[in-house]
């Protein structure tokens, strides 16, 4: 349970153990930043600046070297280099594909996901020298992964479908590349901006609660701009066979989501309760398949309690009012529609813009010329009150006790009386519908289900 906050001093811990908001809401403060402008020596003789600016390097000089990443440019480099433990996982590193042409709305979601996600162990991938030059301007720990495009890229102006079909199966190559090592991985699109609650920990829980390999947001089957996939066996598989899939997708101009529902089934299956994804798993492993298969937690998008069209919130037509502090929102993720500034204009509309636009602009120093971006609390102080006003600074994504099915099942329960209480038990709760098999196999489950079961019309 987050502490609840009072004034507006530092951040509160989160819920997960081991978890910690360090920064004070106010950072990276204005006057922090004025004074380092001052006098650039203060970097080296405070180190605090590098905290200070963390959630924001590119506040920074550019090129800062004085940042432990600032060397370390090759994709396995920084994976050890980044990677941080997190919930039961010794290793985990989180993916981002960066373009200078999305810049603004990358530093959005970076700022977001490090100050209010607590994600440390990031990585900003590029193909283009012009934007591994850009990354590098904004100080982030870039590395260069040109060398896992499936083809050359032709960069034509007739001929751009084909490029972004070709850039979009980066993805699956690195995420593969990092699960063969070993690493739970998350892969996040930079056109996602983030709630004040602990998105690592948040993920591990709900794919913990599900004994899952991985979690999705739902789509058709899943949407790929936010997942995090286990090292496990059946993950593994299911990555290898995604990217190795690349190069006859990019023939038929298939984008790597849209080649997803072509492994449905025969590499994974997904499931949107805990009962039904330890269904899915025992069948799984009665035609031992278990291995070959990954069962993956698809959850809702967190507009969708808000508004149940799927691409309402990718509509500026109309944009939900969407509370940050409900659990069901770890971030805001607009989708059906193209473009940085449209994507912008609905993150504004719904509370999740948090760098000033106004404010963007290139640093002298800067090689590339790339903007950056000041935070836009400096100029608006209140933009980033209701997200930081919740009385708890819980998990997301999961909710309340676990459902006693599944607690059973996590406790040992196996062979026929799992299969027994999985298929007695509605989807909707994993509570059994048998109140005598409930009280053969746990009667103080059944006493609990009495007392809190409503009754059943008549």
């Known amino acids: 349970m987050g502490r609840r906050r009072s004034g507006g001093g530092a951040l509160p811990m989160g819920a997960a153990a081991g978890h910690a908001y360090s920064m004070p809401m106010a950072s990276p403060s204005r006057s922090m930043y004025y004074a380092m402008q001052a006098n650039p020596k203060l970097l080296k003789s405070d180190q605090g600046f590098l905290e200070e600016f963390e959630a924001a390097p590119w506040l920074l000089p550019p090129r800062t070297p004085l940042l432990p990443y600032a060397d370390t440019h090759d994709f396995d480099g920084l994976l050890k280099l980044r990677s941080r433990p997190a919930g039961g996982q010794t290793q985990t590193i989180t993916v981002l594909l960066f373009s200078k042409a999305y810049a603004a709305l990358a530093q959005n979601s970076i700022y977001s996901l490090v100050k209010h996600g607590g994600v440390r162990n990031y990585v900003a991938l590029t193909w283009f020298k012009e934007d591994f030059e850009a990354c590098l301007d904004l100080n982030l720990p870039c590395a260069d992964v040109s060398d896992m495009l499936v083809e050359p890229l032709i960069t034509n102006t007739k001929l751009l479908q084909h490029d972004f079909i070709v850039m979009s199966w980066i993805k699956p190559a690195v995420v593969l590349r990092a699960l063969h090592k070993g690493y739970a991985v998350m892969s996040a699109d930079t056109d996602v901006a983030y709630t004040v609650k602990p998105v690592w920990e948040s993920y591990l829980e709900l794919i913990h609660r599900n004994d899952a390999d991985g979690a999705w947001q739902a789509e058709a089957p899943l949407n790929s701009g936010h997942f995090v996939l286990l090292p496990t066996a059946p993950a593994i598989r299911f990555a290898k066979a995604w990217s190795g899939s690349a190069a006859q997708n990019v023939k038929a101009m298939v984008a790597e989501q849209k080649a997803l529902p072509d492994l449905e089934g025969s590499h994974f299956v997904t499931c949107r309760t805990p009962c039904m994804c330890y269904k899915h798993k025992l069948q799984l492993m009665e035609q ?171």
């Not at 070959?292 to 990718?314: E, I, K, L, N, R």
């Not at 009012?321 to 609905?346: M, N, R, Y």
Request: hydrophobic residues 40%.
């Open 288 to 458: 031992n398949k278990r291995e070959q298969v990954a069962v993956f937690a698809a959850f809702y998008p967190g507009f969708f309690m808000y508004t149940q069209s799927g691409c309402t919130v990718g509509s500026e037509e109309w944009v939900p009012d969407i509370d940050p502090c409900d659990w069901s929102v770890l971030f805001l993720h607009p989708i059906c529609v193209g473009g940085a500034s449209t994507k912008e204009s609905i993150m504004r509309r719904s509370g999740f813009w948090f760098v000033d636009s106004e404010g963007c602009a290139p640093h002298p120093d800067s090689a590339s010329q790339v903007p950056a971006c000041h935070p836009l609390h400096w100029r608006q102080p209140q933009v980033e009150v209701p997200h930081y006003a919740c009385q708890t600074f819980d998990l997301a994504l999961v909710h309340g006790k676990m459902p006693f099915a599944v607690a059973a099942l996590q406790a040992g329960l196996a062979g026929d009386d799992a299969w027994r209480l999985l298929l007695a038990s509605r989807d909707k709760d994993c509570w059994p519908d048998d109140p005598k098999l409930l009280a053969r196999l746990s009667p103080d489950a059944a006493a609990e289900q009495s007392r809190t079961e409503p009754p059943k019309a008549a």
